[in-house]
């Protein structure tokens, strides 16, 4: 049975229509190759996504002649849209923490996205809970984000107590949309709007230190990184993933799979198998693109030494179960909003910035 939920954001104006469906992720629908594989150090062809291409290297052009009547052809800067993960920014490390949020949130709004529309995501109540059913140990170390009370006595009986409506009423009144689906973890929701986005013709950049939304990255999709140790954002590009992995970012998912992701609790085949790391996992999979064919080539013929072969062939559901568990769904039952990319009014800003720090740092005293 299917049921529709409605939630209305009465400050924004917004209502945002949702259902659970069960999660439907065969294992070979996400990306199917198209042409020959690349080497190394090419940059990667063109894959091919329920007749959409992803991760290829094509931008929007406009064509020009200059005074000898040759033909140039020009790059046209495509309008971004800002996809806010609030959920991980409003920690320090394991810890729920108001002054994180408040430092990123400020650094974020002067520094990264400026005017740009910005939409903030948050995880919907129970969004974990289907796929903690196919595993328990996913995201079981992480504490309850909201709300939470902090240890002091003081700080329990001030408005910092009431963590997510604190954080919801700062964004709204920086005049940022607030997306919350019932049942729905933020990162699918952002997966699902990214799409919608960049279908729409706009480049969106995801602001997360979530390292799932790699396996988005394309030509029209970035990230932008908070890096504590440097107290700053840092954008993350197409050209920087594949620098690093000398792989598309289309492959992330499948490597992920493989090696596993600590801090969600999804374990790799590593502690399975000790030998098979991450330099076996990049290797097989720039020789066979994607898991699904990696593990349809195991089960016929030796794809490498005896270990590699005994661990794909003996823990091929091992692979598909952190498949389902680490794919970002795109399918989410929202649909994108025409007033939420519109350009960002910041005339609220510091204003709405100083009494935060300042309720913060009441609750200090």
């Not at 070979?28 to 894959?47: D, E, H, M, N, V």
Request: charged share 25%.
């Amino acid at each position: 049975m299917m049921v529709d939920i409605f939630e209305l954001h009465t400050s924004m104006g917004v209502c945002i229509g949702a259902h659970n469906p069960t999660l439907r992720l065969p294992p070979s629908s996400r990306c199917t190759k198209l042409g020959t594989k690349p080497s190394a150090a090419t940059i990667p062809y063109s894959y091919s996504t329920k007749g959409r291409t992803l991760g290829v290297q094509v931008l929007q052009t406009e064509t020009k002649r200059d005074e000898n009547d040759n033909i140039m052809i020009k790059k046209k800067n495509k309008k971004r849209v800002f996809f806010l993960d609030v959920n991980p920014i409003s920690y320090n490390g394991s810890t729920p923490s108001l002054h994180s949020f408040a430092h990123w949130i400020s650094l974020f709004f002067s520094q990264v996205s400026l005017t740009d529309p910005v939409i903030a995501v948050f995880d919907g109540e129970g969004a974990h809970e289907h796929r903690r059913r196919i595993l328990p140990s996913y995201k079981a170390h992480r504490r309850k984000f909201m709300p939470w009370i902090s240890a002091t006595r003081e700080a329990a009986k001030s408005p910092v107590g009431k963590s997510h409506r604190l954080i919801s009423e700062t964004l709204t009144k920086c005049n940022v949309p607030i997306v919350k689906v019932p049942a729905q973890e933020a990162d699918d929701v952002v997966a699902t709007l990214v799409e919608q986005v960049v279908e729409k013709g706009y480049r969106a950049v995801i602001a997360s230190p979530d390292k799932d939304f790699k396996q988005l990255i394309c030509e029209d999709v970035q990230l932008v990184m908070p890096l504590p140790e440097l107290k700053r954002w840092s954008f993350y590009t197409l050209d920087h993933y594949i620098t690093q992995y000398k792989c598309d970012p289309l492959s992330d998912l499948s490597l992920r799979c493989i090696v596993g992701d600590e801090a969600d609790g999804v374990p790799g085949i590593q502690h399975l198998v000790p030998g098979f790391g991450m330099k076996t996992a990049l290797k097989l999979l720039k020789k066979h693109g994607s898991l699904e064919n990696l593990l349809n080539a195991a089960a016929t013929r030796t794809v490498g030494k005896p270990y590699v072969q005994d661990a794909l062939t003996k823990h091929a559901s091992h692979f598909r179960r952190n498949y389902e568990l680490l794919s970002l769904r795109r399918d989410v039952n929202i649909r994108l909003q025409e007033d939420w990319l519109h350009k960002r009014c910041t005339d609220n800003d510091l204003e709405t910035m100083s009494n935060f720090r300042d309720l913060l740092a009441g609750t200090q005293r």
